[in-house]
């Protein structure tokens, strides 16, 4: 193991080359692009299911049972039907985020009190005045915790899909490395990796805070 001279060394050396920064833009922009997929697709079919509990009861068996297969599991199809590149490790991070995004939703919407639609129906709400001011409120405090979740689990797929499919980001630094015998830009990776992920938790916590203040200030 290298000593902490070597590590920061090593750490000044990634970080002056620009390998460190333009390995960890091109991690960031992966995980972003295929979270905000996720969450564009698994937050509105998420609101669907819970209000129709009919529909949801046929859906759940399905979503359970691909719930639990891990997004690695995904990575031999994902080279299979996309080949090499960013489109393999993005369908991964799709895989990672989406069912904890429609999970946090589906619950959301389910639980909203039915005195809020009673309410509604009384001040005779359009469909799409429901959906803006009752449902969006009332399910937007666990459909940030769902995100934070889903970001983590993103956050940590990427590096590993990164290790198989594609030629940047932080998870082929960690492979490259170790092949070259430098387990010192290995510890670098992994230290960036953990301070990334430290930052977007801190960031998704910040925002879960606020939504939750204003839900309960607009409860008030």
């Known amino acids: 193991m290298?000593?902490?001279?070597?590590?920061g060394k090593a750490f000044i050396e990634l970080l002056g080359n620009g390998?460190?920064?333009?390995?960890?833009?091109?991690?960031?922009?992966?995980?972003t692009l295929g979270f905000y997929i996720?969450?564009?697709?698994?937050?509105?079919?998420?609101?669907?299911?819970?209000?129709r509990r009919f529909i949801n009861r046929w859906a759940n068996?399905?979503?359970?049972?691909l719930r639990p297969i891990s997004p690695l599991a995904w990575i031999p199809f994902a080279m299979i039907w996309f080949g090499i590149g960013d489109q393999?490790?993005?369908?991964?991070?799709?895989?990672g985020s989406f069912f904890p995004i429609l999970l946090s939703a589906i619950n959301a919407a389910a639980m909203i009190p039915s005195m809020y639609f009673q309410v509604a129906a009384n001040l005779q709400f359009k469909v799409w005045e429901s959906l803006c001011y009752v449902i969006i409120p009332a399910t937007v405090p666990s459909i940030v915790l769902g995100l934070r979740v889903a970001l983590g689990i993103a956050w940590m797929v990427v590096v590993a899909?990164?290790?198989?499919a594609v030629k940047s980001g932080l998870g082929f630094l960690i492979v490259d490395a170790r092949n070259a015998?430098?387990?010192?830009?290995?510890?670098?990776?992994?230290l960036t990796i953990g301070i990334i992920g430290l930052f977007l938790d801190h960031t998704m916590t910040r925002l879960e805070h606020i939504d939750s203040v204003r839900w309960r200030f607009e409860q008030a």
């Not at 899909?161 to 198989?164: F, Q, S, T």
């Open 161 to 164: 899909a990164e290790m198989i």
């Open 88 to 95: 393999p490790a993005l369908f991964i991070i799709f895989i």
């Open 181 to 190: 015998l430098r387990i010192d830009y290995v510890i670098v990776a992994v």
């Open 61 to 65: 068996p399905f979503i359970q049972f």
């Open 38 to 51: 996720a969450a564009l697709l698994a937050v509105p079919l998420g609101l669907f299911l819970g209000r």
């Open 19 to 31: 390998t460190l920064f333009r390995y960890s833009v091109a991690s960031l922009f992966r995980v």
């Open 2 to 7: 290298p000593g902490l001279w070597q590590i």
